[in-house]
């Protein structure tokens, strides 16, 4: 699988995002909640995305507390509501890309 991309950088951004800068030049700024949903994990994926406990209260952010590498294919995050099962594919997470979704809809832009 050499045609996936990989990233070459992983940062969180302030409480509420997560920026992958990919090796393909291409930057994807993923919302917290964003990437919750997409979590892979079979847990997650029993259930529809919108019955997924987002918290979304004012000092209760959700966020990845630790993003790591899994061998050369994935990243694994650890949530701050507990959760952290989901490993992360860089395929699912390229397909994820809230500017790539192809669905021509822009994320609301709420950075201050
Ligand atoms: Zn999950
Ligand atoms: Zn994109």
Redesign the pocket.
């Known amino acids: 699988m050499e045609t996936a991309p990989r990233p070459t950088e992983i940062r969180r951004i302030g409480n509420s995002e997560v920026r992958i800068a990919w090796n393909d030049g291409?930057v994807?700024v993923y919302p917290n909640h964003h990437l919750r949903n997409h979590c892979p994990c079979a847990l997650c994926r029993e259930r529809p995305p919108h019955v997924l406990p987002v918290v979304s209260g004012s000092g209760d952010e959700l966020q990845p507390l630790q993003i790591s590498l899994v061998g050369r294919y994935a990243i694994h995050i650890q949530w701050s509501d507990g959760h952290d099962s989901g490993i992360y594919s860089y395929a699912t997470l390229r397909a994820a890309?809230?500017?790539?979704s192809g669905t021509g809809v822009s994320p609301p832009r709420e950075s201050a």
């Open positions: 291409h994807s890309c809230p500017c790539c």
